[in-house]
């Protein structure tokens, strides 16, 4: 376990994409760690993950993370979620990783956009950054939109905004309307 103390989840999150590595699950690292790759650094005390895998992928991945002494809790949505399920793990320090089990309107093709981020000598596969503001933007929280508005913002790269517009799309006419939003002048 790469995770020693509290404030670890980071850490944490290697030792579970070692997991879904071995699994052949694909990830895209979301959430607070996304957001310091996209511009917005903000505090977290836990990491996430969205995983392209079914229920029972979901549960052996459960299982093996409970051999190396992980806690676990599997959660699964009912039909209006927008999570069909939800991977929660602890480690002893009170560390933790919420791997989401999909998200309904999710573009397939995020996990191929992925990006790698190099760290403690593992390449994380990052959420995209059109993928990562259409899920702020379906998200609309005060918080997203701010994360959202950085991402926008950064420098590097043009954004492929026929992409963005694409993959926000398929979140529903609320997502696309907050984009189109942001987007303007």
């Given at each position: 376990?790469?995770?020693?103390?509290?404030?670890?989840?980071?850490?944490?999150?290697?030792?579970?994409?070692?997991?879904?590595?071995?699994?052949?699950?694909?990830?895209?690292?979301?959430?607070?760690?996304?957001?310091?790759?996209?511009?917005?650094?903000?505090?977290?005390?836990?990491?996430?993950?969205?995983?392209?895998?079914?229920?029972?992928?979901?549960?052996?991945?459960?299982?093996?993370?409970?051999?190396?002494?992980?806690?676990?809790?599997?959660?699964?949505?009912?039909?209006?979620?927008?999570?069909?399920?939800?991977?929660?793990?602890?480690?002893?320090?009170?560390?933790?990783?919420?791997?989401?089990?999909?998200?309904?309107?999710?573009?397939?093709?995020?996990?191929?956009?992925?990006?790698?981020?190099?760290?403690?000598?593992?390449?994380l596969r990052v959420v995209g950054r059109?993928?990562?503001?259409?899920?702020?933007?379906?998200?609309?929280?005060?918080?997203?939109?701010?994360?959202?508005?950085?991402?926008?913002?950064?420098p590097g790269p043009p954004l492929d905004?026929?992409?963005?517009?694409?993959?926000?799309?398929?979140?529903?006419?609320?997502?696309?309307?907050?984009?189109?939003?942001?987007?303007?002048?």
């Amino acid at each position: 376990m790469k995770a020693r103390g509290p404030g670890e989840s980071a850490l944490m999150l290697l030792d579970v994409v070692a997991v879904l590595t071995k699994a052949g699950i694909a990830y895209a690292v979301i959430g607070a760690m996304a957001a310091a790759v996209h511009g917005a650094i903000r505090a977290t005390t836990d990491a996430d993950a969205l995983v392209s895998s079914t229920l029972g992928e979901l549960r052996a991945v459960e299982r093996a993370l409970r051999k190396a002494r992980l806690s676990t809790e599997l959660r699964k949505g009912d039909e209006d979620d927008p999570i069909p399920a939800l991977l929660a793990v602890a480690d002893r320090h009170g560390n933790r990783v919420d791997l989401l089990g999909g998200l309904r309107g999710v573009d397939p093709g995020l996990y191929a956009r992925a990006i790698e981020v190099p760290f403690r000598g593992t390449a994380l596969r990052v959420v995209g950054r059109e993928d990562f503001i259409a899920m702020k933007c379906f998200a609309g929280g005060p918080q997203d939109l701010a994360d959202a508005r950085q991402a926008l913002q950064l420098p590097g790269p043009p954004l492929d905004l026929d992409l963005l517009r694409r993959v926000t799309r398929r979140f529903g006419r609320a997502a696309a309307d907050v984009l189109e939003d942001l987007l303007a002048p």
